[in-house]
């Protein structure tokens, strides 16, 4: 049985997708917020499931568009759009009302962790999201030691991959002559941003992520580097989760850096390999492995740092697999679905707990080159022909 | 036959959905807009017809859709979306995109006057513009002396009730301490205003748009205030007609007039009545006037203002009644609809050739009742019932 | 004898000045300024009058100075020091201030015109605002169309050469591809400018204003011009007069047109001559002038247009001298004390009836030459040698 | 002997002052400022002997003005301006030339520390200084958690008083809703503030810092305030010291208090007593107290916290006094000049080693009362006349 306050809450979500009372539909939106803001967690599964139960397809409109126009799919596709995509347009009018529809999508998100019946409504949401997050809306930004605290505190809270240690970190990564930090945001968002990406400006194409992070090191100026360094990507909202930004954003930027920095000529991720690890236990157990990198696998695990990891990683990343037919590694099918290429290997790359709990701590670089990343997307989206540099295939076919 | 150059455009409105060549989506997005830009108007309304009727749901995937899962609607949605809505998308992820699209349904609309079988096509537009230009993502700003003259000058060129003759005359609207202006912007379209509203701070309501935009006139201080009049509504953007944001903005407005004034009591427009005459020489040659009034209109046609213009305008406004059932007058509709009442008629009014050959130079005020708004509003939208004061009332019922 | 309210004026002055009631100088300063404004022409006389003589030199300070040490000259200094300087910097303190004492000022240049014995005062203003607009407190800034409305309105008012006929002359002069318009502001006096200079960029040194003016003109891409020609220069605050900016402003032009523009080679004045005709009409009144250059002037006041006029015009500019030495010409005064070369002359480039009283029409080119500027300054302002063309030297030699 | 180096710095001085060259007079400055910034602290020390010496009244234009016109003392003063202050008007063009002259007078003081005789020179600094850092020409801001990094990096730095432990404590200053920062900037320093001030918004006069700098603590929003408490205030520019703005500062962020949150009624400082333990010890030594108050300083001394210190402390402020009449203790002339009025006494309110060593950790509040002020200021700047509250006044007649 619903309570009183939730059978209001959908009552007034039907006042504001009625219409009547049209002029006090922003009022209506922020009373939906408030209540939406208060209900527990359980209430708020209960307030998705109705959502997506009775806010869907009005049947009675959808089989007059049905049989009135059996030809018109157009009509059809009106006439089948389920309220729940209304109601969360009229929401999103009142003052505020975006961010607070991506933090309702990440309560969303969670319920469908436990019931994933949820998604069709997820679906609303995500379409929606798609339209208004379109890359057309989006703003780069440079952050840099003149951007307001606000925002620079936030770059430090969002960051996933590589932990900002403070403001003295973070000054490092945004002050110094061979850093940049690039972010994506949203007008509707203000000052919170969408994702950003952290860059090295360096003399070579670097296989160590600890001597990028460094707080002592030697700095370059912008006009003795060569080599541009993706090292971190961080999206900030958990709410637009799968709303896609990334790929426009390593492009945007190397546009940016180019243009800039006349002599960047070589831009190239330093990333992670999150799968590999439990990828090859598993293989081991399965006892899928030669023996020469069975040993490989028993050794790390004991702590050593064997260099034939290499052999290890490129097998992982070119022979390897997902169900899909992809590469397995997540963040292998981020860049080579954005037309990257996988270049190098790097056995002892990250001394973190982090890294070493999911790849022994190899990392590996990702090369945006502009003259093929085309060929190399369509390559890897049709054919799921994963490209490598020629020391990386051979190191794959090593035995 | 299809030219090469518009076989072209197709395959690459194709490529573009496909997502091969994803890489280079923007760049096929800008391709697009630049071939369209050179069309002729044929092939521009060849283009549109080829989007309607190739472009629109793809019939193997919905009827997949369909047969699988015949009670899921809300698949049928998805399935059913038009694949120009994908491409409308996309091609907004091109730099300046909004604005060329926005300027490509100006074209689309034009075509669809002579040719309306094109509504669906346009029903794609109309769907995702009213879902990008939602009042959550739209900005008010007030629009002053110390705005870029680059603003103002669409401003004077945007302006369409009554017309700003130049530099001198803007100011008077813009910079003195008795006048405002307030517009609505979309961060895509930059520094193009979508609609504007120029405001009177006056001691009354006022009966005379003359008496208002006089050049030599007595000024008041804003603390001198009690009445604000809304007295010229101007959308901006052809490309968004039917996107409402009117509504949106005179509240917005009001609310804002209330914060930075706390004397200001009434909110009041001072509007056109553009379907009176049309409608009353219709009246006559139907016969369908009463003697009295059929006199006043020989009078009026003839030169006269007899002051019974008033009661046969309270009659247009509230006896006669559109096919649908609303008011006959469009800006009766649009601020009925809005939740005001008709508060006052004015014979001699406007002496504009405009304003005569409209209404013989009648004009009214539509009075905004924050109060009452939400009452009225339904009453109209409902019932069909029009508001109006009194004074109003007696007049329609004379006879 | 004084009125009261002139007593009142001057007791404050002295409260001021004592600091006794520091705590309320800024509300002292303000009333100051009060009353001054409400002074009649008559009573601001006497009130800068009084300044002079009752506000100067603290005697007993001074000879107490003088006596005690004699050889310290700097403590003189410091004695010495006019009590109104200590005035006007406090009067400076009150919000505003800078702008009312430079209002001020204006009002005191105009009682000197008739009581030149005000000029010790007029020194002591003189003095702070040097010291004031130092260059090194002044900011330049590209006036374009997308500069507030306010500002661009004083920008029309305050064009002293060729007359700004309207906004749409204005446009052309601000938003056209090739013309630019550079400001100087001080942060004190906000959004109202010192001293502006227009610009067009053209593909030739141009000989005839009218050309540069035009409505209906060829125009260029910035990256099709090769010089830049000065064409008009206007000193905005009255009050400022005497405190030079002109000369910083030209260079700072320069050089941000070099980065600008890397195409532009030559930069060029185009400037009136408007000493030329009273000059020749006094020579041809003392009989100094040869025969032929007689008949050029009764000519050309006869309303022809004598090709000879290049000559007089050479000769005017070469051979006569003012009584301390320099040119006699105001404009070649100013721009040849900067270091710029007098490079051509057109006897039809002005056709404007001030160009035809001041000089029949005749303007002339200034080349502003980074490389020879140093030394045609030093040339000219030490040995009051004219630095000139090979062209405008030959014209000058003609008998 | 000079170095050749130096034999240059002050030819391109004089070449800088001549004007000859006045075209390259900007490279002259860059030169000077260039040539200085790598000189040694010796040969710095020369420079500024040599401005003095070389850079004084020119003696010939002196005597000439002297002759001339005993009468005109104003000639006198103008003729009697060292060189020097002309010198630092010409550098102060240079791009950034006000910042460098301001750390340019830091390295004087320094000097003058072991050369007083250099303080003529550094009459000249500060004359001009006084004129330029004029408060017309200083802009307050707030300073807040939307300021630029770059900016809160320099509060960090500057502030002098109670030391801001890193972000963390800053971010409880500056973005707490009971918190605020108000600083003076220059428009030629850009983003260098001057001297800023830290305010607490608190329920009633606090007698401690600890509370008020402590990092958990009870918060109010500005509307349950009724004091404003300015706890810290600090010169940030070594190079301007002696060039006061506190007080304008002070009176300035009261008006804008009491602007923005009506609810304030008390305006109040929480300051240190930084001369108190060695006036005491003095006191002691001389045998110069009550045998009573002689034991609370032993008392003090071996680590009590007597209450008596509150008596002391009364005794201190108001029976002492300066050689020139005025407070003993630094900041109570400060306050007391800016007409504040001594308010009460705390005896433990800062348990910072710092604030031990200075006054066994007594601080005090001086009163800034708008409706006093005034009169305040005159009765001790006239009378010294020492304003305190009656509480504090009883204090210190106790025997």
């Not at 690039?182 to 203000?190: D, E, I, K, R």
Request: hydrophobic share 40%; aromatic share 8%; net charge neutral.
């Amino acid at each position: 049985m619903k309570s009183a306050a939730q059978d209001d809450i959908f009552d007034i979500c039907e006042a504001l997708l009625s219409g009547k009372g049209e002029a006090t539909g922003l009022a209506q939106a922020r009373v939906i917020f408030d209540r939406y803001a208060r209900l527990t967690p359980e209430k708020k599964h209960h307030f998705f499931s109705t959502l997506r139960d009775q806010f869907g397809v009005d049947r009675a409109k959808f089989e007059a568009a049905y049989a009135r126009d059996a030809k018109s799919l157009r009509k059809l596709h009106a006439a089948s759009e389920p309220l729940s995509q209304e109601l969360i347009r009229r929401l999103n009018r009142a003052p505020g009302g975006t961010l607070r529809l991506v933090s309702m999508r990440q309560d969303l998100l969670s319920c469908m962790e436990k019931d994933p019946e949820l998604k069709p409504l997820d679906d609303d949401f995500r379409h929606l999201f798609s339209s208004w997050f379109n890359r057309g809306f989006l703003e780069l930004r440079s952050i840099d030691w003149n951007t307001p605290a606000s925002i620079l505190e936030k770059i430090i809270r969002y960051e996933a991959v590589h932990e900002i240690r403070g403001w003295s970190d973070l000054r490092r990564r945004v002050a110094a002559p061979d850093r940049r930090l690039y972010a994506f945001f949203h007008p509707a968002l203000l000052d919170d941003p969408l994702i950003f990406v952290e860059v090295a400006l360096t003399s070579s194409i670097p296989g160590n992520i600890d001597d990028i992070l460094a707080s002592e090191r030697y700095m370059l100026t912008p006009d003795q580097a060569s080599t541009a360094v993706f090292y971190s990507i961080s999206n900030c909202q958990d709410g637009l989760r799968g709303i896609s930004f990334g790929n426009f954003l390593i492009k945007q930027v190397v546009e940016e850096l180019q243009r800039d920095f006349g002599k960047l000529t070589t831009f190239v991720t330093l990333s992670p390999v999150p799968g590999l690890r439990s990828w090859a236990l598993a293989q081991q157990e399965a006892k899928a492995l030669p023996e020469r990198l069975d040993k490989v696998v028993q050794q790390a695990e004991a702590g050593a740092n064997p260099a034939e990891l290499s052999e290890l990683t490129a097998r992982y990343m070119l022979v390897s697999r997902s169900p899909r037919g992809g590469a397995t590694d997540p963040v292998a099918r981020f860049h080579l679905g954005n037309g990257a290429r996988l270049e190098q290997i790097h056995p002892s790359a990250d001394t973190s707990e982090r890294g070493q709990k999911a790849s022994w701590g190899v990392m590996v670089n990702y090369l945006y080159d502009l003259a093929t990343i085309e060929h190399n997307h369509e390559a890897y989206s049709t054919a799921d022909e994963i490209i490598a540099s020629p020391v990386v295939r051979r190191l794959a076919k090593t035995r």
